[in-house]
């Protein structure tokens, strides 16, 4: 509740904006030292006052930049702020971009150096209203028409919101001046970010999983990155009808929290491939770890059962991450040297403690040697050297080709959202042999490597997808070809065998049905423990988990692996 002495100031814009299309405004970050100095008079050091500005320079300045604003005079109202060009642009952005015809402030009382004051704003929205409604194919309801008469009609809607600014004194000229922020626009806003006022995003939508179950953010909060995605790609094609809103976007214009909503719009159900059950666990298994990311895909299908990211900033990694997968490639690694003739599971094959390739020296992780051992023990125990030792025989295209013909790596996948689709690139020297351990310059993420372990569950590649592309026509990528059945049931023996026995076997233990896992380490520079990567499948569910740090696959991403799949009856 606002308390304390007030005072209003107010006014009509003198430039009135026009209501036709989105209006949106850049929150200017110059960060500059001048501490307002582009529009203070000379001659004002002699009398330089220091320390922090008394209760009346508060009040004062407080007054006279709200006064300037709400007249849109914003060259005024940006010379009483200590970055003028920062204030400049947003403020003009604010009256002419945002649709603001009309503003008053209602200011408190201060506390300190901080000033609180109420905003009621008037936005023309009229256009974008009726806009909205003409292209509902849907006859008015009764409900629409009233709304449309009400309060604020359907050419003008009040906003209302409470803000705060702070004075400061001015490092150069001493004066007291408003320290700029983008809060003092909004409290939402943040560097970089831009309101945006209009029917210009897409129509709302309610996301369903696979089986009619509603998807909430607030329940399932990693969706809290895919539902404003699927909102902005199938809003329409759902069957919603935009709305008049308020909201934030991202510099890079991804659409963000919505601030005020004018016109309510009409939802779209859009039914997803998600499995809420699967993405309860995946939401639950992710929170133990500081920077963890999991996806759960059906083989056969590439439907995506659950997303889900714990990190420290909103980046949807197990999508869009970029990071080298470690011994988890040797999934793709193996079935490339089968297919050649090179190896196969029963084949004896050198494990050294050391292995050098392309000029560079490699060791398996522990410095474990197998004496006399066959491939599929070295693929179980994760034995770099016998991989490595391999590199001399092969081509810089040998791996890129099976990543991209077999497995779908790097084809442009379409899954409903936008999404990295790894990389795996040709290479030579010492890129090779770092290659087939998941190293150098391959790339991936979560998405990627759960859809290698679908891959090499069902025998082929099916491109994941999150919505159906039935809804939209839209293509999807296929592989070249399958995997040689023989190679396939070596496969799949040598993932089971890690699974049981091997590397993987801890973190899989007491899971029943056909299970197949591997793991992975990716050392990452700058970092004093390496990435932790583990993939595996059991049943009709296969997954792939990364924890950023965390040391052996087996002991972060593998246990979130196992619960994921766990819950997938």
């Keep these: 509740m606002r308390t304390g002495v007030k005072y209003v100031v107010g006014g009509v814009f003198a430039a009135m904006v026009g209501v036709a299309g989105v209006g949106a405004y850049n929150v200017y970050e110059a960060f500059s030292d001048n501490s307002g100095t582009s529009g203070t008079a000379a001659g004002t050091t002699a009398s330089r006052q220091t320390g922090p ?4 320079e508060i009040r004062d300045t407080a007054r006279d930049f709200l006064a300037a604003w709400s007249k849109g005079d914003t060259e005024s109202a940006a010379l009483l702020t200590d970055n003028a060009e920062g ?5 003009t952005g604010f009256h002419d971009e945002a649709r603001v015809s009309k503003v008053t402030f209602e200011a408190g009382r201060s506390d ?3 000033v609180p004051f109420h905003v009621t704003a008037e936005l023309s929205v009229g256009k974008d209203k009726d806009k909205g409604k003409a292209e509902s194919k849907d006859e008015d309801t009764a409900e629409d028409k009233a709304e449309a008469e009400g309060k604020g009609g359907p050419e003008h809607a009040t906003w209302s919101y409470d803000s705060a600014l702070r004075v400061v004194r001015g490092k150069t000229t001493g004066k007291a001046l408003v320290d700029w922020q983008p809060t003092v626009v909004h409290p939402a806003l943040h560097r970089g970010e831009s309101l945006q006022t209009g029917s210009g995003g897409a129509p709302p939508v309610k996301a369903v999983d696979r089986n009619g179950a509603e998807l909430d953010a607030e329940a399932l909060p990693s ?5 404003p995605a699927l ?11 935009q709305g008049i809103e308020v909201r934030v976007t991202s510099e890079s214009g991804e659409p963000g929290k919505t601030l005020h909503t004018i016109v309510k719009g009409r939802e779209g159900t859009l039914r997803t491939t998600l499995d809420v059950n699967v993405q309860r666990a995946a939401e639950a298994a992710v929170k133990d770890y500081r920077q963890a990311s999991v996806v759960v895909v059906k083989p056969g299908s590439g439907d995506i059962l659950a997303v889900a990211n714990h990190r420290t900033d909103q980046f949807n990694a197990a999508f869009q991450g970029r990071l080298a997968p470690g011994s988890t490639m040797k999934v793709v690694t193996a079935a490339m040297l089968m297919e050649k003739g090179l190896v196969s599971a029963g084949k004896s094959v050198e494990c050294p403690k050391y292995a050098s390739a392309g000029g560079r020296s490699f060791h398996n992780q522990g410095m474990f040697a197998i004496s006399g051992g066959t491939f599929s023990d070295s693929f179980a125990r994760s034995c770099n050297t016998a991989f490595i030792g391999l590199a001399d025989r092969l081509s810089g295209t040998d791996l890129s080709n099976e990543a991209q013909e077999v497995f779908g790596l790097g084809k442009d996948w379409k899954a409903g959202i936008p999404t990295f689709d790894g990389s795996v690139p040709q290479s030579d020297g010492a890129d090779t042999p770092a290659a087939l351990i998941g190293q150098g310059r391959v790339q991936a993420n979560p998405l990627n490597m759960a859809s290698v372990a679908a891959t090499a569950k069902a025998g082929y590649f099916s491109q994941p997808v999150l919505v159906s592309p039935e809804l939209d026509g839209r293509p999807v990528a296929h592989a070249s070809r399958a995997l040689p059945p023989s190679v396939a049931a070596q496969l799949r023996a040598m993932m089971r065998r890690t699974a049981v026995s091997g590397t993987g076997a801890r973190a899989m233990a007491g899971l029943s049905g056909d299970i197949g896992a591997k793991t992975g380490s990716a050392e ?4 004093g423990d390496a990435n932790s990567w583990f993939l595996g499948y059991r049943n009709d569910a296969a997954a792939a ?7 052996h696959g087996g002991d972060a991403a593998g246990p979130i692996v196992r619960r994921v799949l766990a819950a997938r009856r």
Excluded: I
Aim: without cysteine; glycine residues 20%.
């Design 53 to 56: 500005p008394s209760e009346e």
């Design 87 to 91: 204030a400049r642009q947003a403020l």
């Design 112 to 114: 300190g150096a901080k």
């Design 223 to 227: 969706l809290g990155a895919v539902l």
């Design 231 to 241: 909102r902005e790609s199938y809003g329409e094609k759902a069957g919603g009808v």
């Design 524 to 527: 990452a520079d700058g970092q």
């Design 545 to 551: 988990a990364v924890v950023q740090q965390g040391g």
